[in-house]
């Protein structure tokens, strides 16, 4: 085997596994992979609707082979009429078959609508907006507020009012429901539960402008006793910088301009057109799930959000190695 042809084998070979990896559902994640009540009611109407195409398909193509194998048969000149008359053929194959198809689909579409539509009692309140291009979290009832990163209550009902600061986003987690648009002006819900604790992927699912790729979250279901100790912590402001390093960080953070776009609880940045950073060190990824949350690349993300997310609406900062480091320890020591 030359080089090129190993080479070409490998391509091909990866190709199959990653074709194979995304048909199981595995990463990426996938509606036909539902993890709550929700996603698996339109999981249910995607595979009947799936049963019905495919009977479809093997119908017409049986018909097409059966017609080819008996015009081949029939010798020259004198083809055998077929007993199935023309019209009967139109009334049921062009009428019948797909008035019923389409009756049965629009009943089962109507109510699931129906269901996935219906207030849960004793649901958790959530208001999610998006901006360009990360998101907004707010859990009205207690107070609290985030961003990019969604804790729910595994097995809880959840109720997600949805709403956009700018332009039309749409929020997808294809694991726990459909998509619902997010649209200026106007507040829509969408209603999702998680079965199981884990972390669901969440998108924009409507293109938003150039980061709309990156404009991404994650739901993160945690046990019932993990959301309460997470949302009692959340609602008591970080505490103070816990080192030195950390202590000039936050007198860097309050000189630089990051105040005035971003919110830490209990200081004087109360800014409100970016992420709220009061809880950054316990979040695990930066900018919408661009990246990974660690020191490096929040340094690396400081000094210039636009390399790895071209065009967001963070300046970039540019500060001393050590004012840097300092500013760095302190983000990451909020919590
Ligand atoms: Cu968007």
Known sequence: MTAGRRHRTAALAAAAVALVTVGCGGDPPSALNPQGPQ????????????????????????????????????????????????????WVGGVIAPALILG??????????????????????????????????????????????????????VEMGLRSADVIHSFWVPELAGKVDQVPGQRNVIRLQADKPGTYRGFCAEFCGLQHAKMQYLVIADSPAD????????????????????ALGQVVFNRSTCGACHSVRGTAATGTSAPDLSDFGSRTTIGAVSMENNRVNLAEWIR????????????????PPEELDALVAYLESLE
């Open 39 to 90: 996603a698996e009611r339109i999981a249910d109407v995607w595979w009947l609707m799936f049963a019905m195409a495919t009977a479809v398909y093997v119908v017409v193509a049986g018909l097409i082979i059966a017609a080819a194998m008996r015009g081949r048969r029939a010798p020259e000149g004198e083809a055998r009429p077929s007993r199935i008359t023309d019209s009967s053929f139109i």
């Open 227 to 246: 959301f309460t100790r997470w949302i009692t912590r959340r609602q008591r402001p970080p505490g103070g910088p816990a080192s030195e390093e950390a």
């Open 104 to 157: 049965v689909l629009a009943v089962v579409t109507v109510d699931s609508t129906n269901d996935l539509r219906r207030a849960e009692p004793g649901a958790l309140r959530i208001e999610v907006t998006g901006y360009r291009w990360w998101w907004d979290v707010r859990y009205p009832d207690h107070g609290v507020v985030t961003a990019n990163e969604i804790h729910i209550p595994a097995g809880r009902p």
């Open 304 to 319: 210039n959000p636009h390399e790895s997310k071209p065009g967001n609406l963070m300046p970039p900062t540019y500060l």
